[in-house]
């Protein structure tokens, strides 16, 4: 074991991009290094750069088909045909740009990379934030993902027998990861995410909880629009924290996409980033080696500096100052000049009252459908 944290980037993944249209903005990451450089947070014995390398054509193969692999390949060099049409490119949520099979390889490549450091036993701790494609399936692109890297990375991992504990801090549910390994209990998922009722995708109940073998091992949280920091602390405290005891992981992978803060122009919760921060540090907690990705998140500023303050928890820089935003003036927390951390953010009574009560029952339902499966007293 090492107690060094590594950074997953290369400027090769800032020589393609999605169209300027798209929400999605793979230059977040750039950013977010630009960010923490400048913090100090990537240098000395405790941190460091790792470059991408590239998901070989076998490597992409272990999870998606050689046809989606083909258009996808195809759609890069700007052809398109209807059969890769029909695998969801070329969609306004999955345009079709030059260089997506080479920028979609080297990000996906990403979280290979970081997943084979942590096997060698080179690092225990690793973040690569232009990772956490969650949508993709295995013979389609969704919801701005075109190569699963999380399901790659995740069996990256299966295949040398280490359990995976897959913790979805994105706003959306991880849909494609959820399918990849519905049936299989070796890589636990654990989603919280925005409702299916009010977001893309449109899935992601409590009922869904995994099938055959891997009955238990998938589990949902999802939440009402208007979330805020406690209630969604409450609900990973009470549902997630009791599973991953349980569970015992040999490894982490945290999607930690960013879409949940307050003002993404894509989602309905109301975070700060301070959550991230909370969640994080508990996962460290448990000692086990973590791979971070990023994901969502619209707000590019607000994006890049939630990555940054995860990644500044991940390599141990990030003292408990909860405290500096409390008492503070009342600011958009967009405004928030405090540092890395967004100032506290008070949400109207009447609506927490509607989130407490909802988030409550999602909590019991999960409660007594899953924690059972895994002897857990409740
Ligand atoms: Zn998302």
Redesign the pocket.
């Known amino acids: 074991m090492s107690g060094k944290a590594v950074f997953l980037y290369s400027s090769e993944l800032e020589q393609n991009s999605y169209p300027a249209e798209c929400p999605f903005n793979s230059k977040r990451a750039g950013l977010t290094r630009k960010t923490i450089i400048s913090m100090g947070l990537l240098s000395g014995s405790e941190r460091s750069e790792h470059p991408p390398i590239s998901a070989t054509r076998q490597e992409l193969e272990k999870f998606h088909v050689p046809a989606y692999l083909n258009a996808l390949e195809n759609a890069g060099k700007g052809e398109l045909d209807a059969n890769g049409f029909a695998m969801g490119l070329g969609t306004p949520d999955c345009p079709v740009f030059r260089g997506m099979y080479d920028y979609a390889s080297l990000a996906s490549g990403a979280s290979i990379t970081a997943a084979n450091l942590i096997i060698s036993g080179k690092t225990d701790i690793a973040f690569n934030p232009s990772g956490g494609y969650h949508h993709a399936g295995p013979n389609y692109a969704a ?1 701005f993902c075109y190569i699963n890297d999380i399901v790659l990375a995740a069996l990256t991992f299966t295949r040398v027998g280490k359990r995976v504990l897959f913790l979805d801090l ?3 549910h991880c849909d494609g990861v959820q399918a990849a390994f519905y049936r299989r209990r070796d890589v636990m998922t654990i989603s919280l995410h925005e409702s299916g009722k009010t977001l893309f995708p449109g899935t992601g109940f409590e009922n869904e909880i995994g099938e055959g073998d891997g009955k238990g091992y998938s589990v949902n949280v999802p939440l009402p629009v208007g979330t805020y920091d406690s209630a969604y602390l409450k609900a990973f405290s009470e549902v997630a924290l009791p599973l991953i005891n349980s569970y015992n992981p040999d490894v982490f992978i945290i999607e930690l ?1 960013m ?1 949940t803060l307050a003002g993404d122009p ?2 309905h919760l109301n975070l700060t980033n301070n959550v991230y921060a909370e969640i994080v540090s508990m996962v460290m907690k448990f000692k086990k080696p973590i791979l971070a990705t990023g ?3 619209y707000n590019i500023e607000n994006t890049v500096r939630g990555w940054a303050l995860a990644w500044s928890v991940l390599c141990g820089d990030q003292t408990d100052d909860m405290s500096i935003g409390m008492g503070g003036m009342m600011l958009a927390n967009t405004e928030w000049a405090g540092g890395l951390r967004d100032r506290v953010l008070l949400s109207d009574a009447g609506r927490r009252c509607v989130v407490d009560a909802e988030v409550q029952t999602v909590i019991e339902r999960i409660r007594s459908t899953v924690f059972p499966i895994h002897g857990i007293n409740t």
């Open positions: 919801g994105d706003v959306h996409g879409d894509l989602a994901g969502g998140g």
